[in-house]
C-alpha cells in the first residue's frame, strides 16, 4: 500500500523559513515525478513544485520560483521542501503526491500538512 506522509506544517512569521517532509512508502518511486502541491482557503489546489524521482529534475512554479526549493533523498524515500521568504498568501495545506509517468491513472497523494505565514 502506498502511502505518502507529510510533515513539517505549523505557524511560521512572513519573511522566515520553514521546511516539509514527505515520507513515501510502498513501492519503489521509478518512473515517478513527485510533487509540492498546495491548496490555499478557498481557492483551487496548484502544484508548487515537482522532482523526477530517478534523475533529480526539478520544476518550480512562478509563485514559488526563487522562494521554494524542492529536493528528494532517494536512500531515504523522502521528499523535502524548503520554504523561504513566505508571505501571508503562502498560508495554505500543502500536499505531496507522486505520479507516475507510465500509468496516467497511478497517482497517490498524502493527506496534507497546513502552513500558515502570519504577517
Known amino acids: 500500500q502506498v502511502q505518502l506522509v507529510e510533515s513539517g506544517g505549523g505557524l511560521v512569521q512572513a519573511g522566515g523559513p520553514w521546511n516539509s517532509s514527505c515520507a513515501a512508502s510502498g513501492r519503489t518511486f521509478s518512473n515517478y515525478v513527485m510533487g509540492w502541491s498546495r491548496q490555499p482557503p478557498g481557492k483551487e489546489r496548484e502544484l508548487g513544485a515537482a522532482?523526477?524521482?530517478?534523475?533529480?529534475?526539478?520544476h518550480h512554479a512562478d509563485f514559488v520560483k526563487g522562494r521554494f526549493t524542492i529536493s528528494r533523498y532517494r536512500a531515504k524515500n523522502t521528499m523535502y521542501l524548503q520554504m523561504n521568504s513566505l508571505k501571508p498568501e503562502d498560508t495554505a495545506v500543502y500536499y505531496c503526491s507522486a505520479r507516475s509517468v507510465v500509468v496516467d491513472a497511478d497517482n497517490y497523494w498524502g493527506q496534507g500538512t497546513q502552513v500558515t505565514v502570519s504577517s
Open positions: 522532482v523526477s524521482w530517478t534523475s533529480g529534475r526539478t
